[in-house]
Structures are given as structure tokens and as C-alpha cells.
């Protein structure tokens, strides 16, 4: 199973912007589909965005022309790029990883996930 470290996180205030990073145990490249999710207090997990192995990429309406997932599968690594953050972005973020052909959004659940890092967007 890949093994996934997040990072990047922290405290912004409106309009801000920040990058998380995942990085994983093995090469990227192999990995179908990799993933970025939040989870606010009291809310339920959301799917933020996803990226397929050849690179196409999609996004959740709420982050759509804000965000971009990238990777770099030269270091192994998963990237969000957050722009003109929101109080209503703040969350725990969590990097998942599946690295079976399958739809990269929604289900079957990711097997693979990080220990997540919080984005808190305040004044």
C-alpha cells in the first residue's frame, strides 16, 4: 500500500493562498489516481480534486478556478494549489492515493491516504 506524508497547511486570511504537498512512497507515475479531500468539523468528508496518472485532472464546483492539483512525478509528489482562499475552505486536507484503473471521483473509497493537514482561512 502507498504510504502518503501531506504537508503545506496553515492559517491564512481571506484572498490568501497556500500550496500542499503530499509526497508518496513510490513513483507517482505508477499511481492511477491521486486525490486531495477536506473535512470540516461536523461536516462530512468532500472529494476536493483529483488527478488521473496521464493527467487530467477535475474539481468540486466549490473550489473550481481557485484551486489546482498538480504533480511531480520526478519527486513523488502531490501538490494543491489553494488561491483566493475562503473562510469556507477551512478544513482538515487529506492526499489519497488508488493506484488501480478505476474513476478517479467518487467511489470505491481510496485505500490509500495521508494524515492530512489543516487549512484554517480567517480574519
Known amino acids: 500500500q502507498v504510504q502518503l506524508v501531506d504537508s503545506g497547511g496553515g492559517s491564512v486570511q481571506p484572498g490568501g493562498s497556500l500550496r500542499l504537498s503530499c509526497v508518496a512512497s513510490s513513483s507517482t507515475s505508477g499511481i492511477y489516481c491521486m486525490a486531495w479531500f477536506r473535512q470540516a468539523p461536523g461536516k462530512e468528508r468532500e472529494e476536493v480534486a483529483t488527478?488521473?496518472?496521464?493527467?487530467?485532472?477535475s474539481y468540486a464546483d466549490s473550489v473550481k478556478g481557485r484551486f489546482i492539483i498538480s504533480k511531480d512525478n520526478a519527486k513523488n509528489a502531490l501538490y494543491l494549489e489553494m488561491n483566493d482562499l475562503k473562510p469556507e475552505d477551512t478544513a482538515m486536507y487529506y492526499c489519497?492515493?488508488?493506484?488501480?484503473?478505476?474513476?478517479?471521483?467518487?467511489?470505491?473509497?481510496?485505500?490509500?491516504w495521508g494524515r492530512g493537514t489543516q487549512v484554517t482561512v480567517s480574519s
Open positions: 489519497a492515493a488508488d493506484p488501480v484503473y478505476r474513476m478517479c471521483w467518487g467511489e470505491p473509497p481510496y485505500p490509500s
Open positions: 488527478i488521473v496518472s496521464v493527467g487530467g485532472t
